[in-house]
């Protein structure tokens, strides 16, 4: 298995509800991470998760909760989002510092919008 | 924050031409990768190159980079219509936080 699935493809949620993003890769990577992506620009870096720790947090608003239950997972719960929130939220994987340094693994993304 | 500029910003070229996209960076990089991204989905990775590299090559795709400049260049010779997409390079650092930030990319339109 070479990818890094991500559930659900789209979501659509109001300002005042709670959802949850999904992540799962099966190829043994210990660092994943959570990028979003405004249409046209770069992605930004959200979170990375090194062996199942959060390593890096760059700074993001408490709405946007990452919680990584084991290896293979990694969730980003959402909370009391606004509409500049809404953006393509992509997972990814890597093998991480301690297997050497090699690309990256993207899922397809969850295209989200807060209305 | 974003590590540098890309390009141009946009390419169109026809079929069986030659590609070449330009990314520069500001800090110094253990390695710099570039992918491509359709459509606004998720993103696919093409090429790394470390520091001590200078070229390297994956089929019809040849990465340059110059550590002195801060740069590098990705061209894909013998374009097709299916490498109509979004191209970013990325920087991972020597910090060892394991960052990767991305440039602001080059959109290639390759007519048939």
């Known amino acids: 298995d070479t990818e890094v699935t991500q559930t659900p493809k789209h979501l659509v949620m109001g300002m005042t509800n709670k959802k949850s993003l999904k992540c799962e890769q099966h190829?043994?990577?210990?660092?994943m991470y959570w990028y979003k992506q405004k249409a046209k620009k770069p992605p930004e870096l959200m979170f990375v998760y090194s062996y199942e720790k959060l390593s890096i947090n760059e700074s993001v608003p408490s709405r946007f909760s990452p919680e990584c239950p084991n290896s293979s997972l990694l969730n980003l719960h959402l909370h009391a989002l606004q509409p500049e929130d809404s953006a393509l939220y992509l997972c990814?994987?890597?093998?991480?510092?301690?297997?050497?340094?090699?690309?990256?693994?993207f899922g397809s993304g969850t295209r989200l919008t807060v209305v | 924050s974003q590590q540098g500029e890309e390009d141009p910003q946009a390419l169109s070229i026809q079929e069986g031409e030659n590609a070449t996209m330009n990314c520069s960076y500001k800090?110094?990089?253990?390695?710099l990768q570039w992918y491509r991204q359709n459509s606004g989905r998720g993103l696919v990775h093409l090429i790394l190159i470390r520091s001590n590299e200078r070229e390297k090559h994956s089929g019809r795709l040849r990465v340059t980079l110059d550590t002195s400049k801060k740069s590098s260049s990705l061209l894909i010779t013998a374009s097709r219509a299916a490498d109509t997409a979004s191209y970013f390079c990325a920087t991972d650092g020597v910090s060892n936080t394991g960052k990767l930030i991305f440039g602001q990319g080059t959109t290639l339109q390759v007519k048939p």
């Open positions: 990814a994987s890597s093998q991480g510092r301690a297997r050497g340094t090699g690309g990256y693994t």
């Open positions: 800090t110094s990089i253990n390695n």
């Open positions: 190829m043994g990577h210990r660092a």
